[in-house]
């Protein structure tokens, strides 16, 4: 794995076959691929979660009506280019990038917040990872740890994307999802998704309660 | 009747320092321009009845009944404030639409309407689509007020699924009616050959039949109906094909006369307008299978051979050239069968991929470009069918992908030209 420099970064972005391209549109500042990293900016989705009356989120008793209902303690919120998004200090919400990123088969990479908004106490990013041949917009996780309410704006340039090229493509098939059921908006939790492996740990957790640990 | 009148005012003074209270007069956004109208209104009313209060008590007993309807026009006026605010209270600065969506509904507005307007989108559970001119449905309270410009114009939208894209033509069709009011009409009746039509809709008049009066509203209401699809075909081209052969549907045979002229008559004006346009080649190539089903049910006319009907067909055909030509010259910035020829095997590569695309030729793409590559692509990728007509039009994830990209394509273009 070797982390792609501008050059590499801009040749990828070329290649003449669109379904080896890495993709990231609209660009709409050339200026956002840098030395090493590409800018990308704040979208125009956001999920808000209200404050709900459960005791509190616990993955090992999460069922899939949960699931659910969290969701249904969320609110989306639009907001167009020009206007604001105010975070308030301890507040979470999901965003996602303006960028819709489309990664090759060959390449990885990851979501980092930019230092100028964490010295403001923006974090933007909880180390993303994107897989290769991911396609869709990136969702980030926006907290305020300061001490005074932020101003977002759609468009302003809050993470960067660092890519790595692997030494062969990934020989795991990209997922049969429904066609066009790429994220075009934040994602919320899916918890529910490793129902497979919370039954297994809850099985080891209650061989160890009964006494029949290792 | 002192007492009366005092009791009035005081309560249409009350009324409208409440609805006052009500609104949010603060904010910006959609919609906004009719809070601050409403606002106005109210404040007149208060106004007023604070001047009749002022008469009490009475010099003269006789103007007391004057004064008393007075205020009860006033109350009456009232009322229409309350059920305005009421529907659409919760629309204003509204922020819980795919910001593609507003965008879409924006370039509507812009391409369509000459004088511009101020969009409020309701989600409506029942007036699908329909868009509600709210100036002149409540022109009583401006009376003494200038004509708000922008223009509120209510965008009915499905409350179910509101992000169907197929509602883009529809809706385009339906802003024609405003576009009508806002005086289209008497650019229609300055152009059009109405007295061959007349002599026409004369002709159909017989014993048993509609009156002359009910002949000359169904021809008012066809003409507008067929401009408002030609305006929609023009701007958004196969789109409109591809959405009202689904949302009609075509299929429709013979029905009984109503103010809307029959489906398969619409579908073949949609098919002349475009081939006008240069459109048939690009149809032919692209999705052959559906232009040729579409062509032969708009051929498949079952004529009733009754004189009203007969009448009613002659007198708009005499005016469809005028209807056409109004539309071409009204639609700004309509898709162009060039420029989609030219860029849809790029535009296909990228959306085959999933990736909304976003510019052609370092230029945005419109909405109206958007949608008809993607549809005609998504016809093609099913098998150009029927059937792949009614799966892409209700396709909600193609759908949302073609709002996001909507949203995408204008974002670039908002940033380009600032």
Redesign the interface.
């Known amino acids: 794995m070797s982390l792609l420099l501008r050059d590499q970064l801009l040749a990828a972005m070329s290649r003449p076959e669109a379904g080896t391209r890495l993709i990231v549109a609209p660009l709409l500042d050339a200026e956002q691929v840098g030395g090493g990293t590409i800018d990308l900016r704040l979208g125009t989705e956001f999920i808000e979660s209200r404050r709900w009356t459960e005791a509190g989120i616990d993955p090992l008793e999460l069922s899939g009506e949960d699931v659910s209902r969290s969701a249904r303690s969320e609110e989306g919120v639009f907001v167009s280019l020009g206007a604001e998004f105010v975070l308030h200090p301890g507040q979470f919400v999901l965003g996602a990038t303006l960028e819709f990123v489309r990664l090759p088969s060959d390449i990885s990479g990851q979501v980092v917040g930019r230092s100028s908004w964490g010295r403001l106490g923006l974090i933007v990013a909880t180390a993303v990872v994107v897989q290769p041949g991911f396609a869709g917009v990136l969702t980030l996780e926006l907290v305020n740890t300061g001490n005074v309410p932020i101003h977002l704006y759609p468009g302003l340039r809050v993470a960067q994307l660092q890519l790595w090229k692997a030494d062969a493509p990934t020989t795991l098939p990209i997922s049969d999802r429904v066609k066009y059921a790429v994220p075009l908006g934040p994602e919320s939790v899916h918890l529910a998704w490793d129902s497979s492996e919370v039954g297994r740990i809850k099985t080891i957790g209650g061989q160890l309660e009964g006494g029949n640990g290792p | 009747m002192d007492t009366e009148l005092r009791f009035l005012a005081g309560l249409a003074i009350d009324e409208s320092a409440r609805l006052i209270r009500a609104t949010h007069r603060e904010r910006n956004g959609r919609g906004y321009s009719l809070v601050s109208l409403l606002i106005q209104a109210c404040e007149r009313v208060s106004i007023e009845a604070s001047s009749i209060a002022g008469q009490v008590p009475l010099a003269d007993p006789a103007v007391g009944p004057s004064l008393e309807r007075e205020l009860y026009r006033l109350l009456d006026e009232l009322k229409l404030v309350h059920l305005f605010l009421g529907m659409y209270a919760g629309d204003f600065g509204r ?5 593609g969506l ?1 965008h879409m509904v924006d370039a509507l507005v812009r391409d369509l309407l000459p004088r511009g307007a101020d969009p409020i989108i309701h989600l409506s559970p029942e007036n699908m689509y329909s868009t509600l001119g709210v100036v002149e449905a409540a022109k009583q309270l401006w009376r003494l007020t200038p004509p708000p410009d922008p223009h509120p114009v209510g965008f009915n939208l499905p409350a179910l699924n509101p992000e169907n894209a197929m509602l883009a033509p529809i809706l385009a069709h339906e802003v024609g009616h405003t576009a009508w009011r806002q005086g289209l009409d008497a650019q229609l009746n300055a152009t059009a050959d109405l007295t061959a039509a007349s002599a026409h809709l004369r002709s159909a008049v017989v014993p048993g039949g509609p009156s002359a009066q009910h002949l000359a509203e169904l021809f008012d209401s066809w003409r507008q109906e067929l401009l408002c699809d030609a305006l929609a075909a023009v701007l958004t081209g196969p789109s409109f094909l591809f959405a009202s052969a689904v949302f009609l549907p075509v299929t429709t045979g013979g029905t009984p006369i109503g103010r809307h002229p029959f489906p398969r008559d619409r579908v073949a004006y949609t098919l002349r307008i475009l081939g006008e346009l240069g459109w048939t080649d690009f149809l032919q190539s692209n999705v052959p299978g559906v232009y040729q089903w579409c062509a032969d049910l708009a051929g498949d006319v079952v004529l009733t051979g009754h004189p009203a009907e007969t009448g009613l067909r002659a007198a708009i055909g005499v005016i469809e050239p005028a209807i056409t030509a109004l539309a071409r010259s009204a639609a700004t910035s309509p898709v162009l069968p060039g420029r989609l020829e030219s860029n849809i095997a790029e535009f296909n ?2 959306f085959y ?7 052609w030729a370092d230029s945005a793409i419109t909405p109206w470009e958007l949608l008809a590559a993607a549809w005609t692509c998504e016809i093609r990728r099913l098998g150009d069918t029927p059937e792949a007509l009614r799966l892409t039009c209700y ?1 909600e ?2 759908n ?2 073609m709002i ?1 990209s909507v ?3 204008v ?2 273009r ?2 380009t030209e600032a």
């Open positions: 922020n819980d639409l795919p910001v507003v590569e990228l991929l999933e990736v909304p695309c976003t510019q396709d994830h193609l949302a992908f996001k949203e995408l394509a974002i670039l908002l940033w």
